[in-house]
């Protein structure tokens, strides 16, 4: 195979993402929501694919694809490496990843409920939990009523 | 390049009703608008990534969607590539393969690109999809998201692994 993946090397960047999808009334263009999750989706796993990671307002509406995009992209490259039983384990992991959301949506007025639980849940789901931790790292934050952000490798 | 509709199983002589039939229609009109805009939009993206770079941009084979782009950098040095723009939302084998007929029979290009809209494929799945398909000279071709092109462009085609 000549290539699948350019030689190109994202280190040193930080690619911010910050938005929504805004209310149906105030839309531009017919299905608006589609065309912004899609670019999202395609901007993070660019942006994962060649080795940076993506700092997100983790807003409800982002987050299933960006999860999914860092799963895909960066989750499955260890998955080839690993033993059918292991690959099982980690599946199971990535998975625990997508119901995050679930929790982002739920407590989104609690910041702090959320980076609990959502430590929690990369600790105990698995042993593969330091695996799944590389791509979910806690923000550092000075203020702590800023807003939760989410960090994906 | 299946689409799905849940339909419950239907009574030997039972026909489908209106609104099953409705869902049906529904799920084709989508996939064939889906190609339809594709046919459109991806040329136009990678036209404009080639135009851009000063580089000539002509059909060669229309039905194909195979175009040629090509850039003379002095009175010896030309780079010419030939790229296929794809209109299914993945990596669609038999259609890579037609491509690589052409391409093969076409002549020497120094690059030939497949590119592909819609998401972005990630490397573990595309890889493995490539190497057992069995396709005759896959190695050949380059396939990338349009989205990978300007990048590739931009490098005069270096960020290639060796």
């Given at each position: 195979m000549r290539t699948t993946r350019l030689d190109i090397n994202l280190a040193g960047f930080e690619v911010g993402l910050s938005g929504a999808v805004p209310d149906r009334k105030e839309?531009?263009?017919?299905a608006m929501d589609r065309a912004i999750l899609e670019f999202v989706a395609l901007l993070t796993g660019l942006v994962v694919k060649y080795g940076r990671r993506i700092i997100h307002g983790a807003h409800p509406t982002f987050t299933p694809a960006i999860l999914r995009q860092a799963a895909q992209h960066s989750t499955s490259i260890l998955r080839n490496e690993l033993s059918e039983e292991e690959n099982e384990k980690l599946f199971k992991t990535v998975d625990v990843a997508a119901t995050v959301n679930i929790i982002f949506e739920q407590l989104a007025s609690k910041p702090d409920l959320i980076q609990r639980e959502f430590r929690n849940l990369i600790h105990t789901s698995s042993e593969f939990g330091n695996l799944v931790a590389e791509t979910a790292e806690e923000p550092i934050r000075?203020?702590?009523?800023e807003p939760p952000t989410l960090l994906l490798n | 390049l299946q689409r799905w509709v849940d339909i419950p199983l239907l009574a030997k002589d039972e026909d489908l009703t209106d609104e099953q039939l409705a869902i049906i229609v529904d799920e084709l009109e989508h996939y064939l608008s889906d190609i339809f805009r594709r046919k459109c939009r991806v040329p136009f993206i990678v036209q404009r990534e080639f135009v851009s770079r000063d580089f000539a941009w002509r059909h060669l084979n229309k039905p194909l969607f195979v175009y040629e782009s090509s850039k003379q950098h002095s009175r010896r040095l030309t780079t010419k590539v030939l790229s296929h723009c794809s209109f299914?939302?993945?990596?669609?084998l038999p259609a890579l393969e037609r491509v690589l007929e052409f391409l093969t029979a076409t002549g020497r290009a120094n690059y030939s690109l497949y590119v592909y809209d819609g998401e972005l494929i990630p490397e573990p799945q595309l890889r493995p999809l490539l190497e057992g398909?069995?396709?005759?000279?896959?190695?050949?071709v380059i396939v990338l998201h349009h989205q990978e092109l300007a990048a590739l462009i931009d490098s005069n085609f270096t960020v290639l692994p060796a």
């Open positions: 839309w531009t263009e017919p000075d203020d702590p009523n | 299914f939302d993945q990596i669609y398909s069995g396709v005759e000279r896959i190695e050949n």
